[in-house]
């Protein structure tokens, strides 16, 4: 299997009414951009006990995705797996 990498990029100002209304399609009323973080993108708060905490980013190679880790997927035992084998 070949590696393939994904470069996140940086919002354009016609970015964000895309990731706002993707936020709000999938339920969040809570969110906040950030370029200054691991992610960057639009953040998604769980503000409700149906949603996960994740993140609205846009690459180079696929466009807009959610992303969502260990920790906002609340897979704790995972994550300390994960942290403990690094």
Do not use: P, W
Not at 18 to 32: D, F, I, N, S, V
Not at 47 to 52: K, V
């Amino acid at each position: 299997m070949a590696d393939t990498l994904l470069t996140q990029i940086e919002f354009s100002a016609r970015d964000f009414d895309t990731a706002a209304e993707m936020a709000k399609r999938l339920g969040y009323t809570q969110t906040a951009y950030t370029s200054t973080s691991a992610l960057i993108g639009l953040f998604c708060l769980a503000d409700n006990a149906r949603h996960r905490a994740g993140c609205i980013i846009k690459t180079r190679e696929l466009g807009f995705l959610f992303v969502a880790d260990l920790e906002d997927l609340k897979f704790h035992d995972l994550h300390e797996r994960e942290v403990r084998r690094t």
